[in-house]
């Protein structure tokens, strides 16, 4: 009764959003998606596709809800190891900041505030999804897939182009007014943990957001061969960097050590420390092709060019001098200064 009566009232206020609400049985979603598609002759994968969405019955429905729910189990499924690794003493060897650690209260803060932006700002936009993709023109519920090869290539463009969008966006909310009202809240942590990528301002969360999905849908206005499948992947590709870059660690494993344009946890971690520097997401050449990531490269050569037997002290003096200077970057930023926020300010002024 209480379901029929929100749809009348959305019917008679907002027919739009009523009329994709609305839901047919299995042989009519069948009839109206896949005419004349020979189910039978997909592979499993390709089939469960087509059955999720005549079982849902409705496309717009079955859009938002699958793009939500792998939002969210690739997010918490990808941030939760790092939380268990964090516990155990054994990976410390490859902490990045091992003398700090995050409490429960910190982690408990950040999942109610990750959660609270997932379910009022992203969960909205993500329903809306399915409209938008047809819009552009990106196949969704058809089938088959696009070809392996065809979405690789697809995927490669989509981290150029966020890369390169994340990047000058970020380097915007470093700008006074706009890192002290929203891009501050992500800085809370000095030493990032997994769960943090997307601890950030429902504004940050919009704005750079728009570098994931932007990416696949400037491409269909050049080709209409792009299926929402081959976004599902970029999507869970990108969530898996932006959380490793977050995690805190570096391991001899770590990508970073197979592809050296890599950014990693190694880069982005700098950059929570000294403020202003690595302001890239996936690969280092936009920060390397405009000097962004001068401080980093120089704290790297002293740390490298110290002896084995000081190596840890000189790395210890030299994080610590980052972070005083990261610290003063920070206020002056607070204060309306520019994302550098270091030049022409004597050391001694702000201490």
Same mark, same amino acid.
């Given at each position: 009764?209480?379901?029929?009566?929100?749809?009348?009232?959305?019917?008679?206020?907002?027919?739009?959003?009523?009329?994709?609400?609305?839901?047919?049985?299995?042989?009519?979603?069948?009839?109206?998606?896949?005419?004349?598609?020979?189910?039978?002759?997909?592979?499993?994968?390709?089939?469960?596709?087509?059955?999720?969405?005549?079982?849902?019955?409705?496309?717009?429905?079955?859009?938002?809800?699958?793009?939500?729910?792998?939002?969210?189990?690739?997010?918490?499924?990808r941030a939760i190891p790092w939380l268990v690794i964090d516990r155990m003493p054994y990976f410390r060897q490859w902490k990045l900041q091992e003398n700090k650690t995050v409490t429960s209260a910190q982690i408990w803060k950040c999942t109610k505030v990750v959660l609270l932006t997932h379910f009022t700002c992203e969960f909205p936009l993500i329903y809306l999804f399915h409209p938008i993709c047809c819009y552009f023109g990106m196949a969704t519920y058809q089938v088959p897939f696009s070809p392996i090869g065809l979405m690789a290539a697809q995927i490669a463009c989509f981290f150029v182009?966020?890369?390169?969008?994340?990047?000058?966006?970020?380097?915007?909310?470093?700008?006074?007014?706009?890192?002290?009202?929203?891009?501050? &809240?992500?800085? +809370?942590?000095? /030493?990032?943990? *997994?769960?943090?990528?997307?601890?950030?301002?429902?504004?940050?969360?919009?704005? !750079?957001?728009?570098?994931?999905?932007?990416?696949?849908?400037?491409?269909?206005?050049?080709?209409?061969?792009?299926?929402?499948?081959?976004?599902?992947?970029?999507?869970?590709?990108?969530?898996?960097?932006?959380?490793?870059?977050?995690?805190?660690?570096?391991?001899?494993?770590?990508?970073?050590?197979?592809?050296?344009?890599?950014?990693?946890?190694?880069?982005?971690?700098?950059?929570?420390?000294?403020?202003?520097?690595?302001?890239?997401?996936?690969?280092?050449?936009?920060?390397?092709?405009?000097?962004?990531?001068?401080?980093?490269?120089?704290?790297?050569?002293?740390?490298?060019?110290?002896?084995?037997?000081?190596?840890?002290?000189?790395?210890?003096?030299?994080?610590?001098?980052?972070?005083?200077?990261? &610290?003063?970057? +920070?206020?002056? /930023?607070?204060? *309306?200064?520019?994302?550098?926020?270091?030049?022409?300010?004597?050391?001694?002024? !702000?201490?």
């Amino acid at each position: 009764m209480a379901t029929n009566v929100a749809y009348n009232l959305l019917e008679k206020y907002a027919p739009v959003l009523a009329e994709h609400l609305v839901t047919v049985n299995a042989t009519t979603a069948q009839n109206q998606l896949y005419p004349g598609v020979d189910l039978l002759g997909l592979n499993w994968l390709e089939r469960t596709w087509a059955s999720y969405y005549i079982w849902m019955g409705n496309p717009v429905l079955a859009t938002g809800l699958l793009s939500f729910v792998i939002h969210e189990i690739v997010y918490f499924g990808r941030a939760i190891p790092w939380l268990v690794i964090d516990r155990m003493p054994y990976f410390r060897q490859w902490k990045l900041q091992e003398n700090k650690t995050v409490t429960s209260a910190q982690i408990w803060k950040c999942t109610k505030v990750v959660l609270l932006t997932h379910f009022t700002c992203e969960f909205p936009l993500i329903y809306l999804f399915h409209p938008i993709c047809c819009y552009f023109g990106m196949a969704t519920y058809q089938v088959p897939f696009s070809p392996i090869g065809l979405m690789a290539a697809q995927i490669a463009c989509f981290f150029v182009f966020e890369d390169m969008f994340h990047y000058w966006a970020h380097r915007a909310l470093h700008w006074g007014p706009l890192y002290k009202n929203i891009h501050k &809240l992500h800085h +809370e942590f000095s /030493a990032p943990i *997994g769960l943090a990528a997307e601890y950030a301002h429902p504004l940050e969360v919009l704005i !750079l957001a728009q570098g994931t999905i932007m990416g696949p849908f400037l491409y269909c206005l050049f080709r209409q061969d792009l299926h929402i499948s081959t976004v599902y992947i970029w999507i869970t590709l990108r969530l898996f960097q932006a959380v490793d870059a977050h995690s805190g660690y570096d391991f001899p494993w770590s990508l970073r050590h197979w592809l050296p344009f890599w950014a990693g946890a190694d880069h982005h971690d700098f950059h929570h420390q000294a403020f202003v520097n690595c302001y890239s997401t996936s690969f280092r050449w936009w920060d390397y092709m405009l000097g962004t990531d001068n401080k980093y490269h120089a704290y790297k050569a002293r740390v490298a060019a110290a002896s084995d037997k000081d190596r840890k002290a000189v790395q210890k003096k030299e994080i610590a001098e980052v972070e005083k200077e990261g &610290l003063r970057a +920070e206020r002056i /930023a607070e204060m *309306g200064g520019g994302q550098g926020g270091m030049e022409g300010v004597p050391r001694g002024k !702000l201490e």
